[in-house]
Every structure is written in C-alpha cells, then in structure tokens.
C-alpha cells in the first residue's frame, strides 16, 4: 500500500512511522508512507504561505484551493489513487470495518486539515471520503491521519508476524478483545485463570468467547447491538 500525506506540519509525522512495526513494514516494502509538505506546492514562493482569511464573517484562515489542488493534481500524475480522504471532526467515525475494507486499498492519499479548515470546493471536488477519528477537535489532522495510516499499514498481509493477531483485536465482529495474560501463573496470589493453564484448545477458545461477549456487554453493550441488528 502507497499511503501520500499531505501537510503543512510535516514534522509532527516524522515519529510515528519511524519505529516498531510500522518501520519494519516499509524496510519489507509492504507499505510506502510519503509525507508531503503543502508549502512546496504554494504559490507564494517567497513566503510558502497556504492559507488565508475567509470570506464572510468567520473568524479563522482557511487552507488555499490553489496549493492543494497542485498537490493532488501532481500525485495523480504518477499513479491512480483508490481514495482521497481529508481528515476533519466532520468527518465520517474512523471504526475497524472501515480500517478492514480500506487496507485492501492499494495507493490512498490523506490530506490533513489544518486551521479552520479548507476552502469548501476542495471538498467537492477532490476529497472522496472524509473521516474524523472520534468527536473531539485536535488542533489539526496529522494526528489523525496518523492513526488512520497506523490501522491500516498493521492490516496488510504480512506485517504483523502473527496473522492471527488481527483477528482476535478488539472490535473485530464487534466484539472487545478477552483479557490476556502472561508468566508468572501466580503474581503476589493474583492467579491466571486456571482454563488459560488447561492446554485444551477448544475450551480456551469457548472462555475467550465468553470473556469477549461478556467484558463488551459490560463496557460497549452498544457493539452488540449492532451486531444483532
Ligand atoms: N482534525 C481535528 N480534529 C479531528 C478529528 N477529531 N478527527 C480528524 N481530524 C481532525
């Protein structure tokens, strides 16, 4: 997967691709993140300046079409993109269903909003999906866009060690992850529950079940609504 990062805060990008799995992915060639700095595509050459003040009343700088739509033009010209996401509170919920469908996507582009927010004909003309990772307001979408592209590089084939490991994540078919454990068996008398120890596949797997249904009737009833809908 090519994931393109459009941003005017390059740097804040910088450290969250850079280690642990997401690093190992792309030194295997499994995912390719490329960062871009909007203000190489200003039109203000001496200044790189990619905002200015709305019109009307609103308080606040808007992003420039131009500056953006040079950008996306120029990733375009070099390969075809499945999605062109924009990240925004106003944005569709980001949830596991929709990071399971996009991590098929092959090259996507995300571009991060940033002061008020972009002139509005980007949105109707370049953006395809737009996605808020929860209803809250960051001071801009790189965090966003961070998490999006941590999601979904950890989905390809191929770069978790255990692929197994994707399935049993939280919010999977709904369902929050059962508790788990490791050595010792036995900390200060707080025990690992005995059916762990057991060695019978098959009743781990039904406690595991149990456990799930159980901690997300207690702390998400809502995910199970959703699941008998
Ligand atoms: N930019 C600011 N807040 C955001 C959010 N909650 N999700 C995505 N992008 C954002």
Redesign the pocket.
């Known amino acids: 997967m090519h994931i393109d990062i459009i941003t005017v805060l390059p740097e804040i990008l910088q450290g969250p691709f850079d280690c642990s799995i997401i690093k190992r992915a792309q030194k295997q060639g499994l995912a390719e993140i490329e960062i871009h700095n909007l203000r190489d595509y200003s039109t203000d050459l001496k200044h790189r300046r990619v905002d200015d003040a709305a019109f009307g009343f609103s308080a606040g700088m808007v992003m420039q079409i131009e500056p953006i739509d040079r950008a996306i033009t120029h990733l375009k010209s070099l390969r075809h993109y499945d999605e062109v996401i924009y ?3 106003d ?1 569709e919920t980001f949830n596991q269903g929709m990071a399971n469908s996009m991590s098929m996507y092959e090259n996507i582009i995300i571009l991060c ?1 940033h002061y008020k927010g972009i002139d509005h004909r980007i949105r109707e003309h370049l953006i395809t999906k737009e ?4 209803d ?3 001071t ?2 790189e965090l ?1 866009a961070a998490v999006i592209t941590d999601s979904l590089v950890r989905l390809i084939p191929g770069v978790l060690h255990d692929e197994q490991a994707a399935f049993s994540d939280c919010f999977q078919d709904d369902l929050l992850a059962a508790p788990i454990y490791t050595r010792p068996a036995d900390y200060k008398g707080w025990k690992v529950p005995e059916i762990l120890l057991s060695g019978n596949e098959r009743k781990v797997r039904e406690w595991e079940l149990e456990q799930a249904l159980e901690r997300t009737r207690q702390l998400r009833p809502d995910l199970l609504e959703k699941r008998n809908m």
């Open positions: 990240t925004s509170p944005g909003g996605i808020s990772i929860g809250y307001v960051l801009g979408g966003a």
